[in-house]
């Protein structure tokens, strides 16, 4: 049925940003109804033959060439073992970073503007490793930098620290489309980067907010609301670090009520950093 009237130009926009399209994904806009036609192939079952002729939608130009299909097309386990070797040759910080931009298995890559690897003190004795980038911080190259952030800080702020006092990253370094929940796949794809960047930052002290990146980390189905507050022992490879999870700002932005057991969790990481130093 044809709709009575054409959307307006709000109104398709804030359809878009509903559906989870809130950025642009090249600099220049294409005009995929314009891009030349080319016939998809014709169908060769031989039952197609009695058959009233049909045509396929033509495709775009445009639309063959994805560059995630490449990593979408690689097997899954090929690209967890790409992330694991590629992850075990950075030496440093730097040379992570470096890796993980060149690195192609992860599907994320593509449609991100940017890789946000870390930011804060790479000497920090605290580490803390959030979920994956936002809107915000997919255009600033940073990690919690936009509303989740913002708490962030304030919660650091309350037991005494700041940005050069902690280092902060993401169990995935790219934004997935519309800020959905990476995959259980892309993140054991990125988990060889984020358990290198652990290792070679160690930390006395690691911070896990939110499910994602509790689960991911420390390899339990357990949800947050029963490992949140608990400490566990993290194996970095070379020493082991006590970590703890606690609820991911965005989910206290929401459930303001859980922010006096974040209260709780951030006077023990308080405690335990101190214990580390005596
Ligand atoms: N949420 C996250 O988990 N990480 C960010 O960097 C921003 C929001």
């Known amino acids: 049925m044809m709709p009575e009237r054409l959307p307006t130009l709000q109104e398709l926009l804030a359809f878009y940003v509903e559906a989870g399209v809130d950025c642009a994904l090249e600099e220049t806009p294409v005009n995929r109804l314009a891009d030349e036609v080319v016939s998809p192939p014709q169908p060769t079952l031989t039952s197609e033959r009695s058959l009233p002729e049909r045509t396929l939608p033509p495709v775009p130009a445009s639309a063959r060439t994805v560059p995630a299909a490449a990593a979408a097309a690689t097997p899954p386990d090929a690209a967890i073992m790409a992330a694991r070797e590629a992850a075990g040759t950075a030496a440093t910080l730097d040379e992570l970073r470096a890796l ?3 690195f192609d298995g992860c599907a994320l890559k593509f449609t991100a503007s940017r890789l946000v690897f870390a930011d804060g003190n790479p000497q920090a004795r605290l580490m803390l490793v959030g979920e994956a980038p936002g809107r915000d911080e997919d255009i600033a190259g940073l990690p919690f930098v936009g509303r989740s952030g913002k708490l962030l800080d ?4 309350a037991i005494g620290l700041d940005r050069t006092s902690v280092y902060i990253a993401n169990i995935i370094p790219w934004r997935p489309p519309g800020n959905r929940t990476p995959t259980p796949q892309e993140t054991q794809i990125c988990l060889p980067f984020i358990r290198r960047q652990i290792e070679l930052v160690n930390p006395d002290v690691l911070v896990c907010l939110g499910n994602p990146s509790s689960q991911g980390i420390l390899n339990t189905r357990e949800g947050i609301m029963r490992t949140r507050g608990r400490w566990r022992d993290y194996d970095t490879g070379t020493r082991t670090i006590q970590a703890m999870p606690t609820f ?13 057991l974040a209260w709780q969790d951030l006077r023990a990481i308080r405690k335990a950093l101190a214990a580390a130093t005596s």
């Open 154 to 157: 304030r919660m650091l702020a």
């Open 100 to 102: 993980l931009d060149a």
């Open 248 to 260: 991911h700002p965005a989910y206290l932005l929401r459930s303001p009520a859980y922010k006096r």
